[in-house]
């Protein structure tokens, strides 16, 4: 066999080198202070369609302007973030900035966020677009809801593949933390498809978001996580009185009497 001499640099360059000490990692993402985000990594929110995962997504970006952990929360960046919705209309896409201002008790967003609606363009055109936009910006952070909508069939592994190899590239490449949103499926709450297989595998942190629909009550639990141990569920309600999300405790199951002998 003929080893060209350019894959010969290449192994070259993967090498590991002596004494070599990488500089500190930059956590930019961190619930309770554990590392859940840093750069050069993925960070997955996963659940159920309407359970929550834009809603914490807001919070995400929302503790970075107010420059302080939200339900313990806290996104710490001074660089530009972005934030690509794919899915959402536009009223709900001015909805959800509409949150993030109101948790950040801000009236105008600062001058380091930029936030895009690409749900009338193609996957390819997508992938194109925050491209584009980590070239001309140079952010530190971007957020994509969703994830699926950068492929036409999540269930395709030659397909799943090459966008997960795409997410290793650019987070490497930019040094930067993308935080995405993934659909679970109905029956085994699991990623779905063949993409969701491969992200849950390659991503830094996997967090799961779920509703309980009597209550209320939306919880963000650690899943999958390669840099911290997990933190504690996080419960948040929406207080309609306050006109707030706040953070809550699971109320108790109610008691059952036991049979008398």
Not at 94 to 113: D, E, G, H, S, V
Request: glycine share 4%; net charge neutral; aromatic share 10%.
């Amino acid at each position: 066999m003929i080893i060209q001499h350019d894959i010969i640099n290449v192994l070259n360059s993967r090498h590991f080198i002596e004494n070599y000490e990488p500089p500190q990692e930059n956590i930019i993402l961190s619930i309770n202070e554990k590392n859940i985000g840093s750069a050069g990594n993925f960070v997955i929110i996963s659940g159920l369609p309407k359970a929550g995962k834009s809603t914490f997504l807001n919070t995400f970006i929302a503790s970075n302007f107010k420059k302080e952990e939200i339900f313990g929360i806290e996104l710490i960046t001074n660089d530009k973030i972005g934030y690509f919705d794919t899915e959402s209309n536009q009223t709900d896409f001015y909805n959800n900035l509409k949150r993030i201002k109101y948790m950040a008790k801000i009236k105008l967003f600062p001058t380091n966020f930029n936030a895009y609606n690409t749900r009338i363009d193609s996957t390819q055109t997508n992938k194109i677009l925050i491209e584009a936009y980590i070239l001309i910006h140079k952010p530190k952070v971007v957020f994509i809801d969703g994830l699926l909508d950068l492929l036409d069939n999540y269930n395709d592994e030659k397909e799943s593949r090459e966008l997960i190899v795409w997410l290793k590239k650019i987070t490497f490449e930019y040094n930067i933390l993308i935080i995405g949103v993934v659909h679970t499926g109905k029956k085994d709450n699991h990623t779905l498809g063949h993409f969701g297989s491969m992200v849950d595998r390659y991503a830094q942190s996997v967090l799961e978001v779920i509703k309980d629909k009597e209550s209320g009550i939306f919880t963000l639990k650690s899943k999958y996580l390669r840099s911290a141990n997990d933190f504690p569920d996080i419960h948040i309600m929406y207080d309609s009185i306050l006109n707030k999300y706040m953070q809550c405790a699971i109320p108790e199951p109610p008691l059952t009497k036991k049979r008398a002998k």
